[in-house]
C-alpha cells in the first residue's frame, strides 16, 4: 500500500490559517482519490475533505465549508488543505487517507491546534 505523510500543522491564533500537506512515495497515489479526516482527543474521527483522482471534484463537511479547501498537485504527488478562519473547534490531529478504492490504512497526522 502506498505510504503518506502528513506534515503543516502547528499552533495558530483563531482566524489564522494552516496549510497541511500528504505526500506519497509513489506515482500510483495519483490514481486515487483522497481525503482529510480529523480526529480530537475524546471524539470520534470525522470526515473534513475528499478530492477525486484528477482533482476535478472536491467534497467538503459542512463545518469547513468555505474555509477549509482541498487541492492536489499530482506532479509531486501531494494532496493539500488549506485551512482559513480556523477555529478552536478545528483543533485536532489531521490525517489524509484514500478513500477509492477505500482504505482503512491511517498514518501519524499532523497536530493542529487553535487558541482563543
Not at 497541511?20 to 500510483?28: D, F, G, K, Q, V
Not at 487541492?71 to 504527488?77: G, L, M, T, Y
Amino acid at each position: 500500500q502506498v505510504q503518506l505523510v502528513e506534515s503543516g500543522g502547528g499552533l495558530v491564533q483563531a482566524g489564522g490559517s494552516l496549510r497541511l500537506s500528504c505526500t506519497a512515495a509513489e506515482r500510483t497515489f495519483n490514481n486515487y482519490a483522497m481525503g482529510w479526516f480529523r480526529q480530537a482527543p475524546g471524539k470520534e474521527r470525522e470526515f473534513v475533505a475528499a478530492i477525486t483522482w484528477d482533482g476535478r471534484v472536491t467534497y467538503h463537511a459542512d463545518s469547513v465549508k468555505g474555509r477549509f479547501a482541498i487541492s492536489r498537485d499530482n506532479a509531486k504527488n501531494t494532496v493539500s488543505l488549506q485551512m482559513n478562519s480556523l477555529k478552536p473547534e478545528d483543533t485536532a490531529v489531521y490525517y489524509c487517507k484514500r478513500v477509492v478504492p477505500p482504505s482503512d490504512s491511517w498514518g501519524q497526522g499532523t497536530q493542529v491546534t487553535v487558541t482563543s
